[in-house]
């Protein structure tokens, strides 16, 4: 199975909104709705922060939202911070009962 | 709290065989699958496979089906990750990964850094 599209990098300004796309096929991200997100700071290992497409692990901040639209999941931050720089990779169940990320998508504030 | 530890940094030749450990501690070992995930270095996250360690079932990707073992010993709470001939292409870090309550992952473990060389 291929991995899920994501943009290879992204960036805004301290206080916009940026959203990373994360584009699969109707065989994962288009027939569940078993997307999740991860952020990673370099050297450090992966966080969950959504899961189920929209919802957030407690701890989380509200700052950052998902969404799903046919075979393409979106992670938003609002209000970007200095902390938010990081690689987030996207993440969905498939019908061949396996996982699939994304290639990750670096984000730089700038 | 819900952990997974690791085992630590590999370095090996090629052909040697290598196995890594993942510890699981504070929930239900033996009722929540374990993954492993994939980071060359540089690049992104690869799923590679996952285990139920209350029977062994597991699954692999197809792009590493046949060339890594993934196991369990409840008894320890442990799952491991194994290789029988290391190419210099496995060298990368190594993560495992809990599935919680659904199809997602928390948490994760530290990371084993494999590095294959000669």
């Known amino acids: 199975q291929s991995a899920l599209t994501q943009p290879a990098s992204v960036s805004g300004s301290p206080g916009q909104s940026i959203t990373i796309s994360c584009t699969g096929t109707?065989?994962?991200?288009?027939?569940?709705?078993?997307v999740s997100w991860y952020q990673q700071h370099p050297g450090k290992a992966p966080k969950l922060i959504i899961y189920?497409?929209?919802n957030r692990p407690s701890g989380v901040s509200d700052r950052f939202s998902g969404s799903k639209s046919g075979n393409t999941a979106s992670l938003t931050i609002s209000g970007l911070q200095a902390e938010d720089e990081a690689d987030y990779y996207c993440?969905?169940?498939?019908?061949?009962?396996?996982?699939?990320f994304g290639g990750g998508t670096k984000v730089t504030v700038l | 709290e819900v952990q997974l530890v690791q085992s630590g940094a590999e370095v090996n030749k090629p052909g040697e065989s290598l196995k890594i450990s993942c510890k699981g501690s504070?929930?239900?070992?033996?009722?929540?699958?374990i993954g492993w995930v994939r980071q060359m270095p540089g690049k992104g996250l690869e799923w590679m496979g996952i285990?139920?360690?209350?029977?062994?079932?597991?699954r692999y990707s197809p792009s590493f089906q046949g060339q890594v073992t993934i196991s369990a010993d409840k008894s320890i709470s442990t799952t491991f990750l194994q290789w029988n001939s290391l190419k210099a292409s496995d060298s990368a870090m190594y993560y495992c990964?809990?599935?919680?309550?659904?199809?997602?992952?928390?948490?994760w473990g530290q990371g084993t850094l494999v590095t294959v060389s000669s």
């Open positions: 285990i139920y360690p209350g029977d062994s079932d597991t």
């Open positions: 993440s969905s169940y498939t019908t061949s009962s396996t996982w699939v």
């Open positions: 189920d497409v929209r």
């Open positions: 504070g929930y239900s070992f033996n009722t929540h699958w």
């Open positions: 990964v809990r599935q919680d309550r659904g199809n997602w992952f928390d948490p």
């Open positions: 109707s065989s994962d991200v288009g027939v569940y709705n078993d």
